[in-house]
Each structure stands twice: as C-alpha cells, then as structure tokens.
C-alpha cells in the first residue's frame, strides 16, 4: 500500500526507537492500563506517533475501562482501516492513512451515539494541547 509519507522500515526504526517501532510499524500492542494516555483527558489533538497527522479530537475520547485509549470517532480521512484475522478472531485495524503506521483497533460496541470504540495503543500517538 502507497501513502503520502513512506519511509524505509529502517528509517521508522531510527526515528521511532525500538518500543514505538514496534507497535507503531510492527502492529504491536503495549500491556493495558500502561499507557500514558489511558486516562489522559486535556482538550488537544492526538496525533500519530510517527508521522505527526492529527487522528483523534480530544472530545472525541472516553474511558471504556478497556486499559487502552478510546475514542468514538476519528477525524474524518485520518484513519485507514483494514479487515485483521490474526489471533484466530477478526477485527478491523486501523491506521494512520498518512504513514501507515499501526494505530490499534475498532469495534462496535462503543457506548456513544457512534457506537465505535476506537481502541488504540498510547504509544501510537502524541497529544498536542489547544
């Protein structure tokens, strides 16, 4: 798949660092309830953790007591999403649609009128306040 940032996977390891190399580019997944943003609720823009694209509007983000932060939407073009059936289950990913890089998952059991629940690892993003 082509987007509007490519880098080599050498490139993401050395600007990442090995921990957001791996979730980021490698789909991995931090423990729950680890993250910094698990909690986190300051007004901002949560943006990828590698490419800095805004992903997630702070008002958009709950606590569905998954160890995870959760949004019920994300800004609209910002987000990829991909049919996933590693671990014997399927699930939709998503991804940054700018980079690629691998943000978490999406289910539809959010308990908002969007009924999303945009689970995604802490590491995957940075927040900038407003």
């Known amino acids: 798949m082509k987007y509007p940032l490519e880098k080599t996977e050498q490139e993401w390891k050395e600007l990442l660092g090995p921990e957001r190399f791996r979730i980021l580019r490698q789909k991995g997944t931090e423990y729950p309830h680890t993250g910094k943003y698990n909690l986190h609720y300051e007004k901002g823009i949560y943006c990828c953790g590698a490419c800095n694209e805004p992903l ?4 958009s983000k709950f606590d569905a007591h998954c160890g995870w932060p959760s949004f019920d939407e994300s800004i609209p073009g910002k987000v990829e999403y991909i049919t996933d059936t590693s671990h014997g289950m399927k ?3 998503i991804l940054c649609a700018n980079c690629g890089s691998h943000l ?3 289910f539809d059991d959010g308990p908002t009128k969007t009924g999303q629940r945009y689970c995604v690892n802490s590491l995957s993003v940075d927040f900038k306040e407003i």
């Not at 997630?56 to 008002?59: G, K, L, T, V, W």
């Open 91 to 93: 699930r939709t990913e």
């Open 104 to 106: 978490g998952h999406v």
């Open 56 to 59: 997630f509007e702070s008002d």
